[in-house]
């Protein structure tokens, strides 16, 4: 018998960047029920400090505006430019940002079932 030559991929790894704790516990919960694996930051500086660790992440949900020396967009300018394989959804209830090539946009409040089917989506799409 010949042994399998390709282990079996694990989960999806998923970011989500929420300075919020009563916003991110929730999504990052339903992710954790849809099989993904999640990773919490409560801000743009520690999800930067994550990614350049050397850690990687199939996708990045991240506020917009939370503090610290940058924000979401900020965060996603500096993911595209050094980990282009990063898929980025960015959220906001204050300013509007639409899809660009960098990165996908659902205005807040967002319901949990959109926000983790187009994660979803967008994970299998990849």
């Known amino acids: 018998m010949v042994p399998d030559a390709s282990p079996e991929p694990g989960p999806k790894r998923v970011m989500v ?3 919020e704790v009563l916003v991110r516990f929730p ?3 339903a992710l954790r029920y849809e099989g ?3 990773i919490e930051a409560i801000g743009a500086d520690e999800a930067w400090s994550y990614l350049i660790s050397g850690q990687d992440v199939d996708l990045i949900f991240s506020d917009i505006q939370m503090p610290g020396s940058m924000d979401g967009l900020e965060l996603t300018r500096r993911v595209q430019e ?3 394989h990063i898929i980025v959804v960015l959220t906001s ?3 509007s940002v639409r899809s660009t090539a960098h990165a996908h946009f659902m ?3 967002y319901r949990l079932g959109e926000a983790t089917a187009l994660i979803t989506r967008l994970l ?3």
């Open 17 to 19: 960047v929420e300075d």
């Open 93 to 95: 209830g204050r300013r």
């Open 27 to 29: 999504i990052a919960e």
């Open 82 to 84: 050094r980990f282009g």
């Open 107 to 109: 205005v807040k409040p």
């Open 124 to 126: 299998k799409d990849k």
């Open 36 to 38: 993904l694996e999640v």
